[in-house]
C-alpha cells in the first residue's frame, strides 16, 4: 500500500466534506475549496499549519496520538474512520518492508468449519475475509446471497457487488449507501492491519478505477 498517497487522500477527502458550520466557522462568501481550508483544520487541531500540511501530504511518520486524536476531533471522524488514520500512521512508521510471500492456495473451509455452518438451519451463516470474500455458507446464505453469486461468480465479494453492481445491489440492500460506507469501513480497517496484502491493494485498485461512488466513500 503507498501509505503516503493514501494517507493524503483520505485527509484532503475528510477535510472536503466538513462544512464551516458543522464546525461553527463562519461560511464566508469568497471560499474557493470545498469544505474546510487547511489553516482552520490546523486551528481547530491546535496544530501550526506548516505542521498539519505536512502532515496532509501524507507524512504521518511519527505523528503523536494526541495529534491525531486532535486531527480526528477536527475532522469529524467516525470511530472506523479515526482508527484507519491510526493505521496509517503506524504504517508510515513502520520501517519494516513487505516479506516475499508464496502465493497460497485459495481459502477453503475445512470440513469441520463446514460442518459447523451447516448446523446452524435456522438462519443463514457464512465465512467472509477482511477483504469481504464471501467464503463458505450454509444452505440459507447460499440462498440469501443468490444474487451475489449471480454477478461474481463463485468468489463473491461484497465490495464488489455492493459498488460494481448497483443496479442490483440498490434493491438487495434497504439501505445502499449505510451498506456501502460500511464495507469502505471494513475495508480501511483491512489495509491498516494487513497494509501489504496484494489481493487487498488489487481489490482497492479495481474499486477506485471502475466505481465514482468508492472513491468518493
Given at each position: 500500500m503507498d501509505t503516503t498517497g493514501e494517507a493524503r487522500a483520505f485527509l484532503v477527502?475528510?477535510?472536503a466534506r466538513i462544512t464551516p458550520e458543522q464546525v461553527g466557522l463562519p461560511?464566508?462568501?469568497a471560499r474557493r475549496v470545498a469544505g474546510l481550508r487547511r489553516g482552520e483544520v490546523a486551528a481547530l487541531a491546535n496544530l501550526s499549519i506548516e505542521y498539519y500540511s505536512r502532515l496532509e501530504r501524507g507524512n504521518l511518520a511519527g505523528a503523536s496520538d494526541a495529534v491525531l486524536h486532535a486531527i480526528a476531533d477536527a475532522l469529524l471522524?467516525?470511530?472506523a474512520e479515526r482508527?484507519?488514520?491510526f493505521d496509517l500512521a503506524n504504517a508510515a512508521s513502520n520501517d519494516a518492508r513487505p516479506r516475499a510471500r508464496r502465493r497460497g492456495k485459495p481459502?477453503?473451509?475445512t470440513p469441520a468449519q463446514q460442518?459447523?455452518?451447516?448446523a446452524i438451519s435456522g438462519a443463514p451463516a457464512f465465512i467472509r475475509n477482511g477483504r469481504?470474500?464471501?467464503l463458505a455458507t450454509n444452505a440459507l446464505a447460499r440462498a440469501f446471497y443468490s444474487e451475489i453469486y449471480g454477478v461474481t461468480g463463485d468468489r463473491p465479494n461484497f465490495a464488489r457487488f455492493t459498488y460494481l453492481h448497483r443496479d442490483r445491489?440498490?434493491?438487495f440492500y434497504g439501505d445502499w449507501d449505510r451498506a456501502a460506507r460500511t464495507d469502505v469501513a471494513i475495508l480501511r480497517a483491512e489495509a491498516g492491519r494487513a497494509p501489504y496484502d496484494k489481493g487487498l491493494q488489487d481489490l482497492i485498485g479495481e474499486l477506485s478505477t471502475r466505481s465514482e461512488e468508492f472513491r468518493t466513500h
Open positions: 477527502s475528510r477535510r461560511a464566508g462568501s471522524l467516525d470511530d482508527q484507519y488514520l481459502w477453503t473451509a460442518a459447523m455452518l451447516d469481504l470474500d464471501l445491489s440498490e434493491h
